[in-house]
């Protein structure tokens, strides 16, 4: 069996912090964990680092009428799963132990990134993921962090912040775990009816169609991506866009080389994103 240790207090975390053998590598999460954390905390044990894992559902990047209050709470079942993939701690705080003043007044500010995409159907939510990882890189001590491909945008903001901020961790980006059949991987996966979760694979296979006329320019992709979302109505698109991967900004129709076509929609009562690299010119993207 493991030594897990689990860290509940700011003070059980820097006992258990300061007994791990460095690089700590640090995989922060909202808990209810899946096979996409598990992939993140495995490729840092790959790199001979000391695996801490945070769960913790962040108040501060979930918007009024959002789905706080119905997230997934699964922390035995986490446990189970970061100490048989090799994580060394869990830090699981309430938000009393990261907030212990109340909603903080100075927070962290995306900027212009965080306002497009997700940030422009979730308001505040890049301040509050970016306020939450530059407390938890302190308060961890990380050297290294791990973020999912998955959650494109938050890895270019945190990518961003790190520099923008010279907060002096290493961020290392892991690519987007599936199900058999396309589905990323999510927490919020577990909220799909049976019906849903047909439905759900709309969107992969929007990606895969997008992906698959990359070779043919911008609005091929856009097309073909479109097309597959349209025949899919149950499946409510918030956006589809392809789209620099460093800027953001919907690519132009002469656009050749590395984009991000990623999409969002809402699928009986659940939003799920995802999305896809791609290069543009270039047969299968
Ligand atoms: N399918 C996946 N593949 C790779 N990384 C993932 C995947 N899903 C989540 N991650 C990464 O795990 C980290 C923690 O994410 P989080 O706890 O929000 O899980 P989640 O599945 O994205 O949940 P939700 O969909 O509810 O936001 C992030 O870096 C995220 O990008
Ligand atoms: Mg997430």
Do not use: W
């Amino acid at each position: 069996m493991s030594d897990l240790v689990v860290a509940r207090t700011r003070a059980e975390l820097a006992a258990a912090r300061a007994a791990l053998p460095s690089p700590v590598a640090v995989v922060m999460t909202m808990g209810a964990l899946h096979a996409g954390h598990a992939h993140l905390i495995r490729e840092a044990r790959s790199r001979g680092e000391s695996v801490l894992v945070t769960v913790f559902l962040n108040p501060l990047q979930f918007g009024a009428g959002e789905d706080l209050a119905r997230y997934p709470r699964t922390l035995d079942a986490d446990l189970a799963l970061a100490a048989a993939e090799g994580a060394a701690v869990v830090f699981a705080p309430g938000p009393d132990v990261v907030y212990p003043d109340g909603d903080p007044g100075v927070r962290v500010s995306a900027g212009a990134l965080g306002d497009v995409l997700e940030g422009a159907s979730r308001p505040g939510h890049f301040d509050g993921v970016l306020t939450v990882v530059a407390k938890l890189m302190h308060l961890t001590r990380a050297d290294v962090c791990l973020f999912g491909q998955k959650d494109a945008q938050q890895l270019l903001l945190v990518r961003r912040m790190v520099r923008d901020l010279d907060l002096g961790v290493d961020v290392v980006a892991v690519p987007t775990v599936r199900e058999a059949d396309g589905l990323a991987m999510s927490s919020r996966n577990r909220y799909l009816s049976p019906f849903d979760r047909e439905v759900a694979l709309a969107l992969h296979r929007s990606l895969s169609a997008g992906e698959a006329a990359a070779a043919e320019g911008p609005s091929a992709v856009r097309r073909a991506a479109r097309d597959v979302l349209r025949a899919e109505p149950a499946a409510r698109v918030d956006y589809l866009a392809l789209v620099d991967p460093l800027t953001l900004a919907d690519v132009p129709e002469h656009f050749r080389g590395e984009a991000l076509l990623a999409v969002a929609a809402r699928v009986g009562s659940t939003r799920l994103i995802d999305n896809v690299p791609l290069v543009i010119g270039r047969a299968g993207g």
